[in-house]
């Protein structure tokens, strides 16, 4: 099956859909509203509905993009984006209440909403993060600074499934991750950079950023922008959102930090990539290589950019259409804060455009444990920090130009020309210490936040009772479909003998194997067949009865009912 | 003033409460399907250790044999359909349907 994929067939689909909301509107104020008036809307309408229809034809005929068409194209475009928006709110809603009813993954895929306004894309990634969140409380929302724990001797290389985990980005810099390869899949802390430029969201020129796990073809995960917002999302065709928007993953928290430079650091808390999710990918893909035409927009048109079957030419070309341009080949697990330096200690770009692939350098530091920590050490951040409930503009980053009379290192190298950093030396003594310092204090809030104990409740808001009520009939729905799906499953439970003594054994399995020559069947078997029997006749006497009594009591209040009109 | 405060501090406290009240409620509501989930899993991946009602269970197809174990089943598929058929039948007959969405009907239809 080939599967292409026209830009007005969309938009015919959408008008088609309003002017039916609208057509039925009219004519079903007609009950309430004055008979002349309805007429002329009616006639109006009718002639607005032809021609449309007649634009719309010649559109779908032509080929040709309605939005070139003028005046109308512009109202036609403002109606569509309306439609557009309200629509991808419904959706996102939709998806929501799904993945409460049926505990199923997130699926909602970012393309999906890749037309919408800047403000409405705000608000559908605000209904995704209180989605993403356990119970009905957005937890997120109090913690407002957190430094993940870093434990360099958990971080592992993956070998098995992938090559190392890669953050693909064009600013390869600020991204961590603290992962850990489990028998059911990839899990621990992801922190990477939020990549994009200025508020336009539409053009995936200026944004990308996603983590690709694996560098093999045939299990290439690639989890675009793996925090699950949808701004990042790079947009090339609806196919690649087809074939790459679907994944698995499931985490607790999420947070997104904010320097100086208002660069966006995205934390994830218990990342968990669990491998049927990588199967998924995986066997998505092979259907992709298998069948799906991999088109480009050019102009007005979408045309074919590579043929099928040869993966290595598909990602290839995937890989330039991001155009990506650093890539951090492969993780040394002996040097953990090789990818941590511009992401907790605010190093930063003069120039963003230039923005260099920034690494610590590649001095002897000790990784640092919880018994290296000195509660007395004062690092760069303030102790508002630890608390956690002070505001990321007021206390991150700090400046790396502080002296902190700590170990100062030369600057590291960069690998994109010579771009001018503005930076000199890095001092990473105190900054160390500090997020060691923070991290018992954070883990102390997640813990309290995971077991849902003292929550400041003065936090719950009138509309919160409202959802709850909706979460618990939903949720009293879910438990009455899983108990059926339970009562079902019964049915297919074998016999067990575990429970009883083997004496009874034996003598239950003599009943039931030794076969009586006359009737061909054994003891036990002629048995349960003829108690079967007597059970089935004995309930349908039961059921005809009790049919019948309750026949004859509605026959019975029928006549008392005759009775008394008389 | 302050008795007014007061007032608005208890029904402050008493909506926190409900609030958390039914916190709890549904978090154990959804504790008790994770369970049900987990047994259905276990049935299904053939589990039996640790659940003492799919051993019983087993354990009485083993002792009565498949036909009596199917007519039992049956039954209480039956009973269960009857019940949540009388349940809804309680809960329309309880809810008048016809009455509210008359009246909804009456705000726009006269």
């Known amino acids: ?566 | 003033m302050d008795w007014l405060v007061e007032i608005f501090d208890q029904i402050k406290e008493a909506f926190i409460l409900s609030v958390d009240s039914l916190n709890s409620f549904y978090n154990n509501i959804e504790s008790q399907t994770d369970t049900l989930i987990s047994m259905t899993d276990n049935i299904q991946n053939g589990t039996m250790e640790g659940l003492n009602i799919v051993q019983f269970i087993g354990t009485f197809r083993y002792i009565v044999g498949d036909p009596i174990w199917y007519v039992f089943y049956s039954l209480t598929m039956l009973g269960l359909g009857y019940t949540i058929y009388a349940i809804v039948v309680l809960i329309k007959n309880e809810i008048p349907v016809s009455s509210i969405v008359g009246n909804i009907k009456g705000l726009f239809l006269k």
């Open chain 1, 1 to 566: 099956m080939i599967y292409t994929i026209k830009r007005n067939d969309k938009k015919i689909v959408s008008m088609m859909l309003i002017l039916l909301i609208v057509f039925t509107s009219i004519v079903s104020s007609y009950e309430v509203a004055n008979a002349e008036i309805v007429t002329i809307s009616l006639v109006v309408g009718g002639l607005a509905l032809i021609g449309l229809g007649g634009l719309l034809a010649y559109s779908s005929a032509t080929n040709q993009d309605i939005d070139d068409f003028g005046p109308v194209g512009d109202i036609f475009s403002t109606v569509k984006d309306i439609q557009t928006n309200v629509w991808g709110l419904l959706k996102v809603e939709t998806k929501y209440f799904y993945y409460k009813l049926f505990n199923g993954v997130e699926s909602v895929e970012p393309g999906e909403f890749s037309d919408l306004d800047t403000s409405i894309k705000d608000e559908v990634i605000s209904n995704v993060n209180y989605v993403n969140q356990e119970g009905y409380i957005d937890y997120s929302t109090q913690i407002k600074y957190e430094v993940p724990k870093i434990q360099s001797e958990t971080v592992k290389e993956f070998t098995t499934e992938t090559n190392g985990i890669n953050f693909v980005q064009p600013y390869a810099s600020g991204s961590y991750y603290d992962l850990t390869e489990t028998s059911t899949g990839i899990e621990g802390i992801i922190a990477y950079r939020e990549i994009y430029n200025g508020t336009d969201y539409g053009d995936f020129n200026t944004k990308r950023s996603y983590i690709d796990f694996g560098t093999k073809s045939d299990s290439f995960y690639k989890l675009n922008n793996v925090g699950f917002s949808i701004t990042t999302k790079s947009y090339i065709n609806d196919f690649y959102y087809k074939s790459y928007g679907d994944y698995y993953y499931e985490y607790n928290i999420e947070h997104t930090l904010v320097n100086s430079q208002s660069e966006k650091y995205k934390v994830i808390f218990n990342f968990i990539l669990r491998d049927d999710s990588a199967d998924f990918i995986r066997n998505d893909i092979d259907y992709a290589y298998g069948s799906m035409k991999i088109l480009q927009l050019v102009g007005s048109e979408y045309v074919e950019l590579s043929t099928n079957g040869d993966s290595s030419t598909w990602d290839d070309d995937f890989r330039n259409n991001l155009g990506v341009t650093a890539n951090i080949p492969s993780f040394d697990a002996s040097n953990v804060f090789d990818y941590i330096d511009p992401l907790f200690i605010g190093v930063t770009s003069t120039n963003p455009s230039v923005c260099p692939d920034i690494k610590a350098p590649s001095i002897p530091l000790e990784p640092l444990l919880d018994t290296d920590i000195d509660s007395n050490d004062v690092g760069l951040y303030s102790d508002d920090i630890v608390t956690g409930l002070e505001t990321v503009e007021d206390t991150f980053p700090v400046s790396v130009d502080n002296d902190l009379g700590g170990i100062v290192v030369e600057a590291p190298d960069t690998n994109v020309g010579e771009p001018d950093t503005g930076i000199d030396t890095i001092d990473y003594t105190g900054v160390l210490n500090d997020i060691a310092n923070n991290t018992t204090s954070i883990e102390e809030q997640l813990q309290q936040l995971n077991q849902g104990t003292e929550i400041d409740l003065n936090n719950y808001n009138i509309p919160d009772l409202f959802k709850l009520l909706i979460l618990i009939l939903i949720a009293l729905l879910k438990f009455f479909v899983t108990f059926v799906a339970l009562v079902i499953a019964f049915r297919g439970i074998p016999p067990d003998s575990s429970l009883l003594p083997d004496e009874t054994i034996q003598v239950l399995e003599w009943f039931k194997n030794t076969s009586l020559p006359s009737f061909n069947m054994s003891m036990s078997q002629i048995i349960s067949y003829l108690v079967a029997i007597l059970l089935v006749f004995r309930v349908a006497r039961l059921l005809k009865r009790h049919i019948v009594g309750v026949a004859e009591n509605t026959h019975r209040r029928s006549l008392k009912k005759t009775k008394s009109k008389k």
